[in-house]
């Protein structure tokens, strides 16, 4: 089984709707991540978590929120989708060790 | 601002080709450099580089830390078709809290 898993893994949506994308992770990491990558440039930072009590914003969070619901999960919401929010976005967790491990991402179109 | 670069965008070798990729970063509070290969979808970890760790090898792969140029190259010998990926780099800092700054990153294609 994967360690790092992400739900779903591809999703349509239109504007304006709300979306939440699920991670969970069997590592036993307590620092998980948010990120969106684009193409052209990159993975790009849009919340990240150290523990179930503490939240930070990336160099991207607007019109993003998230939620630590347990040391395993950490979940992204839109609130109002709009269409440059259409990315591929990944979950990622780090222990002590700085190394990442990344979920296999969730493809989001919005319409 | 902080921002990690990398080159070439992309690159096409044939089989059997040795190919370097770069790195290069400005980052205040340097931590950690990771370099990651993303064939489908989830990048997967190669190497972390840090201060105590310049160097590190695996097969045909190889990375070093250039602290005082503040880059960073990843070494492919006898480059197969399964090489074809992008390969990633990532900076770890802690400037105002920790993060990590990824590059654009390396298109690499080989060749049969």
């Known amino acids: 089984d994967a360690d790092v898993t992400q739900t779903p893994r591809n999703r349509i949506t239109k504007t304006g709707k709300r979306i939440m994308l699920e991670c969970s992770q069997t590592?036993?990491?307590?620092?998980m991540y948010w990120y969106r990558q684009d193409p052209g440039l990159g993975l790009r930072l849009i919340y990240y978590?150290?523990?179930?009590?503490?939240?930070n914003k990336g160099e991207i969070s607007d019109g993003y929120s998230v939620s630590r619901q347990a040391q395993a999960k950490f979940s992204l919401s839109l609130e109002s989708a709009i269409p440059n929010q259409t990315a591929l976005y990944f979950c990622?967790?780090?222990?002590?060790?700085?190394?990442?491990?990344f979920g296999p991402g969730t493809r989001l179109l919005v319409l | 601002e902080d921002k990690v670069v990398q080159s070439p965008l992309s690159l096409v070798v044939h089989e059997g080709d040795t190919v370097t990729l770069n790195c290069s970063y400005e980052?205040?509070?340097?931590?950690?450099l990771l370099w990651y290969k993303q064939e489908k979808k989830a990048p997967t970890f190669l190497f972390m580089l840090?201060?105590?760790?310049i160097e590190k090898k695996s097969g045909r792969l190889s990375s070093i830390l250039d602290k005082k140029e503040l880059s960073s190259i990843l070494n492919i010998t006898a480059t197969q078709t399964g090489d074809s990926a992008i390969y990633l780099c990532?900076?770890?800092?802690?400037?105002?809290?920790?993060?990590?700054?990824f590059g654009t990153g390396t298109r690499l294609k080989v060749l049969a």
């Open positions: 840090t201060s105590s760790g």
């Open positions: 978590s150290f523990d179930v009590k503490d939240i």
């Open positions: 990532a900076v770890g800092t802690t400037s105002g809290t920790y993060k990590y700054i």
């Open positions: 590592k036993g990491h307590d620092r």
């Open positions: 980052v205040t509070n340097f931590r950690s």
């Open positions: 990622a967790t780090s222990g002590v060790v700085e190394t990442q491990y």
